[in-house]
């Protein structure tokens, strides 16, 4: 079939997001949309993993603080699939900076400073393919059908 009906991004919850117990809300409003959950772990990120993630940032003065606060506590990253997932997840977490958020949007209903954004999603279906790899074994990652109100629409 189409390659849009198996696109899937990587949405991670961060610490300061599983501190405040936002983990539950996430997950409700990427099911509410009718995205379907592929894949999920809780980990604390060692500081490898978070130097590949973040490999474009390396050199913005905001990096050290970066990683440190990506690594201070534990995350859970998930997969979610779906049509247009990658686009769909950006809008729905809202902007980089919390104070330009809209609200609504993840980060414009729980955050209000940029360095502590609650939230990650790939921004482009590359950069989504290498994160999914980045952070899950093949072996992680779950195919299953949807039998649901919203299979039509996403295996159309
Ligand atoms: P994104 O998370 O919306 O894709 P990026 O520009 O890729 O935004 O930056 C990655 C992360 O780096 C942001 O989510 C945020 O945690 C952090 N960050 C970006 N810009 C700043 C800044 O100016 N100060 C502090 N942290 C920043
Ligand atoms: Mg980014």
Redesign the pocket.
């Known amino acids: 079939g189409p390659s849009w009906t198996r696109e899937r991004t990587l949405v991670a919850v961060k610490p300061d997001g599983v501190q405040r117990r936002l983990v539950g809300d996430v997950i409700q409003r990427f099911e509410r949309r009718g995205f379907t959950l592929v894949g999920m772990k809780m980990l604390q990120a060692p500081e490898s993993v978070l130097a590949e993630h ?1 490999q474009d ?1 390396r050199r913005k003065p ?1 990096y050290p ?2 990683i440190r606060y990506m690594s201070s506590g534990p995350m859970v990253a998930m997969v979610w699939e779906g049509y247009n997932v990658v686009r769909a997840s950006r809008a729905m977490i809202g902007h ?1 900076d919390s104070a330009e958020a809209a609200p609504g949007t993840i980060r414009g209903d729980f955050s209000v400073h ?2 502590r ?1 609650v939230i ?1 999603a790939s ?1 482009s279906v590359e950069g989504a393919q290498r994160e999914i790899q980045l952070w899950f074994q093949s072996s992680e990652l779950v195919s299953w059908a949807d039998g649901g109100q919203h299979s039509s629409i996403h295996s159309a």
């Open positions: 973040y940032l905001f603080a970066l980089t940029i360095s954004n990650h921004d």
